[in-house]
C-alpha cells in the first residue's frame, strides 16, 4: 500500500505488539541485500495496547530509542500495518489491459471490502491470468481505515520522519520469508503475540491471507488455567519445552491441546479453501515464523494436523550480515521478518 512515492534511502520500522524494529539495507544485486543498520527496542504490551496521549508519547519515545542506537540517518521510513487494522483478499475481474483495469476497479472495490470505499484507503496489484478461469484475472487488494491510515501517519511523521510507503505486515513478510525459485504453494504461518498471520503463496505472491486471533498468549493463558503457575513460568514452559511429549511428563502438550486444535482446524481449512482455487497446485510446504519458529516440536505438530511438510523460515535469507551483527541478532532475528520485508521494499517507482 503505497502512500507517496519512492524517495531514495529508506529504512523499514515494524511497531510490533512487544518491541520496535527497525531495519536499513543496502541493494546488492538482484533480489540480495546487505545489512547497513538495525535496531531494536522491547516495550510493554500495555503501551502498544493502549490510546492514550502518554502510551503514545512513550512508544514515541521507544522508537526513536530504536533508530537512534541503529545509526540509521534518513528520515525516510516504510512502515508496516498490522494485520488486524488491514483487510487483503485476492479477487477476479474480467481480463482487460491494465490501463481500463485502472479505470474500473474503483467501481468494483467497494463489494469486497469490509468498509465504506470513502472510509478506506484502498491498494492493489495486478496478479496475473487466474488459475481457475482463462477469462478472468486476478487483483491482489488491500485496504486500511482512513482514520487508522491518517492517526499512524500523524504519528510517525509528528517524530521527524517522512513515510513513503505503508504496507500490511503479512505482505512484506513474504518478501523476506518465501525462499527464491519456489514454484507450487507455501503456507506462511507467523505467530505473533496476540494472533497469528497466514498467508498462502503462490508465483511470489499472496493468494490467501488470514488473521487468527490465537497467539503465543493463547498458549499461555491456556498453560496457566491448567497448570496452575504464573504468567512468566507459563511462558517459559512453553517456549523452552514446547509440544514436547517427552518434557514435563507431557504437562505442557496437555495444557494447551485445546486451544492448538482449534489453531490447527483454521491451518487445516486454509489449505482447502487454496486447494479448492488452485486445484493443480499444491501446498508444497510451510514455512514457520515468529514464535511458530522458536516453539520447541512446533512444526512437527503442524506437519502432523495438515500433512504438510514444515520447516523455519529465515528473513534474514537474502540478506549478508555481519559476523558480529549475527551474534548480537542472535535470539530476536526471528522476529525481523516484517521489517526485513518493508525494507526489501522497490521504492524507486
Known sequence: MTLLKGVGDFFALDIGTNAVRVVQLSNSGPDSW???HYGYAPVDIKTTAASSKESEHRLGEIIMTAIGQSGIKTKNVAIGLPSQKTFTTVIDVPMMPEVELRSSIKYQIDQYIPMAIDEAKV????????????QQQEVLLASTANAYAEERLEFVEGLGLNVIAAEPDPIAMIRSLLPAGITDGRLII??????????????????LVRTIPTGLYSLVK???????VQEDQARQFIVKFGLA???LEG?????VEGVLEGFAAELVKSIKFFQTRYPNTPVGGILLS??????PK?????TAKTGVASQQANPWQKVRVAQGDQQQLGAIATEFATAVGLAQRNNKS
Do not use: C, K, M
Open 34 to 36: 546487505t545489512l547497513a
Open 123 to 134: 491498494d492493489w496489484a495486478l496478479l496475473g491470468q487466474s488459475a481457475h478461469n482463462p
Open 190 to 207: 507467523d505467530v505473533g503475540e496476540l494472533s497469528t498471520n497466514l498467508v498462502i503463496t503462490y508465483n511470489d505472491s499472496p493468494r
Open 222 to 228: 491456556a498453560a496457566v488455567q491448567n497448570l496452575n
Open 245 to 247: 511429549p517427552d518434557r
Open 251 to 255: 504437562q505442557v502438550y496437555r495444557a
Open 290 to 295: 515468529g514464535y511458530a519458529s522458536v516453539i
Open 298 to 302: 512446533f512444526g512437527e505438530y503442524v
